[in-house]
């Protein structure tokens, strides 16, 4: 019976697992891509582990029964892959006795692990993985950090009522044009924003789904110069993206709002200068925005911090940020439990209610966070700045938006 006890099943061994907490010192596992095509934003994402580990430590650490315990991170290089990653988290759940852990980068990873935590019963603060799918499984042991992938643009729409009020208007007055690649980030995009046209009661007149990597977007385009939308919101790669962007500047459309995905990544400022001007952009959180906690203070403190200890950053990426976050959530849960009873913890990360530099977290039943909205980012003359949601902007939307020297 002993020897069966401790053969390898299904990859895993079945050794006795070592204690949760050794000493003074609680240890959250990860699965990270340090190589392979997600090693840009691993590195971002362990960067913000380590930074919030190392600030709580030096802050007085984790006070549970008394006691007061240093946090630490087991880390393994899952190379951006699906088979490796569930494996390094079974590993650490079944051989090194890890009962906390933290998400891998990006939905894909994240997905896959979730069946290996949920499997064992182990909770897992994951702070990468947006897409909605990842929350409809039924999961209890499962939290996520950030915005779901269906919020992205759902803030536009907000802003285009909030807009539509300040002018005299009814939101229900509010005519939208949509345009969205047919992928699947773009289309849990477009569910978001259709519920919330829907809940305004704005009038959608255009809705066009265009197939992955099409060579034209002129078609699309055309239509829209036609029927002049209010806003105009777009869910599509970079390469998408960047065509249309180009087509609004060649085809001089202009549109009180432009709303659209992976400005960043298009590289939209660098190029097309001006033309991108008024622009508005999704981002999961920014250092201008006036959140803040007791722990980093301001989120343009957390910037500074970030820069500071990681001097090879010129702007801190928002998957630093909210992998600092899903630290702070398990320093929160761990002390308001006051135990290292896995369901006490997991009840008491049901219940999260705080405030961070990096928003507001609260869980749904289905794990996803229901606190923090996506933030618009406007491009200003060059500048990406946080216009929305109104509480926390560090700057007022430029509205309408025109076309340069149009």
């Given at each position: 019976?002993?020897?069966?006890?401790?053969?390898?099943?299904?990859?895993?061994s079945?050794?006795?697992?070592?204690?949760?907490?050794?000493?003074d010192?609680?240890?959250?596992?990860?699965?990270?891509?340090?190589?392979?095509?997600?090693?840009?934003?691993g590195?971002?994402?362990l960067n913000?582990?380590n930074?919030?580990v190392?600030?709580?430590n030096?802050?007085g650490?984790?006070r549970?029964?008394?006691?007061?315990?240093?946090?630490?991170?087991?880390?393994?290089?899952?190379?951006?892959?699906?088979?490796?990653?569930i494996?390094?988290?079974?590993?650490m759940?079944?051989?090194?006795?890890?009962?906390?852990?933290?998400?891998?980068?990006?939905?894909?990873?994240?997905?896959?692990?979730?069946?290996?935590?949920?499997?064992?019963?182990i909770?897992?603060?994951?702070?990468?993985?947006?897409?909605?799918?990842?929350?409809?499984?039924?999961?209890?042991?499962l939290?996520?950090?950030?915005?779901?992938?269906?919020?992205?643009?759902?803030?536009?729409?907000?802003?285009?009522?909030?807009?539509?009020e300040?002018?005299?208007k009814?939101?229900g007055?509010?005519?939208?044009?949509?345009?969205?690649?047919?992928?699947?980030?773009?289309?849990?995009?477009?569910?978001?924003?259709?519920?919330?046209?829907?809940?305004h009661?704005?009038?959608?007149?255009?809705?066009?789904?265009?197939p992955?990597?099409?060579?034209?977007?002129?078609v699309?385009l055309?239509k829209?110069?036609?029927?002049?939308?209010?806003?105009?919101?777009v869910?599509?790669?970079?390469?998408?993206?960047?065509?249309?962007?180009?087509?609004?500047?060649?085809?001089?459309i202009?549109l009180?709002?432009?709303?659209?995905?992976?400005?960043?990544?298009?590289?939209l400022?660098?190029?097309?200068?001006?033309?991108?001007?008024?622009?508005?952009?999704?981002?999961?959180?920014a250092?201008?925005?006036?959140?803040?906690?007791?722990?980093?203070g301001?989120?343009?403190q957390y910037?500074?911090?970030?820069?500071?200890?990681?001097d090879?950053?010129e702007?801190?990426?928002?998957?630093?940020?909210?992998?600092?976050?899903?630290?702070?959530v398990?320093?929160?849960?761990?002390?308001?439990?006051n135990s290292?009873?896995?369901?006490k913890i997991?009840?008491?990360?049901?219940?999260?209610n705080?405030?961070?530099?990096?928003?507001?977290?609260?869980?749904?039943?289905?794990?996803n966070?229901i606190?923090?909205?996506?933030?618009?980012?406007q491009?200003?003359?060059?500048?990406?700045?946080a216009?929305?949601?109104?509480?926390?902007?560090?700057?007022l939307?430029?509205?309408?938006?025109?076309?340069?020297?149009g």
């Amino acid at each position: 019976m002993l020897a069966v006890a401790t053969v390898v099943i299904g990859g895993v061994s079945m050794k006795p697992a070592r204690g949760k907490v050794t000493g003074d010192t609680i240890t959250l596992g990860a699965a990270i891509s340090l190589t392979g095509k997600y090693r840009t934003n691993g590195a971002h994402t362990l960067n913000g582990y380590n930074l919030a580990v190392k600030v709580i430590n030096a802050a007085g650490g984790v006070r549970v029964g008394g006691k007061t315990y240093r946090l630490a991170i087991d880390h393994h290089d899952d190379k951006s892959t699906e088979a490796l990653s569930i494996h390094l988290v079974g590993r650490m759940i079944k051989r090194d006795g890890i009962k906390f852990m933290l998400g891998p980068y990006g939905s894909r990873l994240t997905k896959a692990v979730a069946t290996v935590t949920e499997k064992y019963k182990i909770p897992m603060v994951e702070a990468e993985g947006p897409s909605r799918a990842i929350f409809g499984q039924g999961y209890k042991y499962l939290f996520a950090v950030l915005s779901t992938s269906e919020q992205y643009l759902a803030s536009a729409i907000a802003l285009a009522a909030e807009i539509a009020e300040k002018n005299g208007k009814k939101p229900g007055d509010v005519k939208v044009a949509m345009v969205f690649e047919d992928d699947p980030f773009s289309l849990d995009v477009r569910a978001g924003v259709v519920d919330d046209i829907k809940k305004h009661g704005m009038r959608i007149v255009i809705d066009d789904k265009l197939p992955r990597d099409l060579p034209d977007m002129s078609v699309a385009l055309t239509k829209v110069r036609a029927v002049k939308p209010d806003l105009l919101v777009v869910a599509a790669q970079s390469k998408g993206v960047a065509m249309l962007t180009r087509l609004l500047k060649e085809l001089k459309i202009a549109l009180p709002m432009i709303a659209m995905t992976h400005c960043e990544v298009a590289r939209l400022v660098a190029r097309f200068g001006k033309a991108s001007n008024g622009f508005l952009c999704p981002t999961q959180w920014a250092a201008t925005l006036t959140y803040k906690d007791a722990l980093f203070g301001t989120a343009a403190q957390y910037s500074a911090l970030f820069k500071k200890t990681y001097d090879d950053y010129e702007d801190v990426p928002y998957q630093a940020a909210q992998a600092s976050a899903a630290v702070m959530v398990w320093k929160d849960a761990l002390e308001r439990a006051n135990s290292f009873d896995i369901e006490k913890i997991r009840q008491a990360l049901a219940h999260t209610n705080m405030k961070t530099f990096y928003g507001n977290i609260k869980f749904s039943p289905a794990g996803n966070n229901i606190a923090k909205p996506m933030v618009l980012r406007q491009i200003q003359n060059g500048k990406l700045n946080a216009v929305a949601p109104s509480k926390w902007a560090s700057h007022l939307l430029e509205w309408p938006r025109k076309v340069p020297g149009g």
